[in-house]
């Protein structure tokens, strides 16, 4: 399988940090969040053989980043000089996936969880979904997407950014899609096109769930930034 890592955004809420460094390369105790997805996917042991990194923002620094990279020979990168949002991306690079299930992260969370279950998982879906979704239990419902399940763990309702969720499991905006996902954005007729908003509504009913009980923070906001650095231990070396 292979993974797209969204790391072009601007990263405006964690301003001024974000002013000289992009989003997809703060650090956590030191090492990039960017750092952390490499490890975390490209272990043998994931099943994941190569990652594709889009950049716009602050691109040098990506493209830095990545030449240094233990992980760099298994590494691509493409660069937007227009952003073409979160599902415009997938569908602009359709070709690196072969035509196969292949993962969608964004990469300017903290997250820490088993990608070889979670592909398990997407393998075991039910017979319709065409989706696995990443959840995990957030204590800022409010901010985040909320998912609604039935008993086989398919999404049947997605409250995004709700000033009363019903809940507090969050879409973790990691997924694995089937090829199916992006013969659907081609008939949207559009290059520029967003999961959370043109995408998940669409498949209702057809998405899994994968629930990470591990660690999963959307590193959007300084103070969601200082939560990690006080609750996510420092990285050992491989």
Known sequence: MRALLLAAGLGTRLRPLTETVPKCLIPIHGKPLLGYWFDLLLKPETGIDRVLVNTSYLPEQVRGFVAASPWRERVDLIHETELLGTGGTA????????????????????????PAAFIARHRARPPAAAITMMTFATDTPQSCGIVE???????????????????????????????DVLDFMRGLNQTAIDLSTQVIPAFMGRIYTFANTDYHRDIGTLASLEQAHRDYPPPRPL
Do not use: W
């Open 149 to 179: 399940l039935d008993e086989r763990g398919l999404v049947t309702r997605f409250h995004e950014k709700v000033a009363n969720p019903p809940g507090n499991q969050a879409n973790g905006a990691v997924y694995i899609f089937e090829p």
């Open 91 to 114: 569908l602009c690079n359709a070709d690196f996936f072969g035509g196969e299930a292949f993962m969608v992260v964004h990469a300017d969370n903290l997250s820490r969880f088993d």
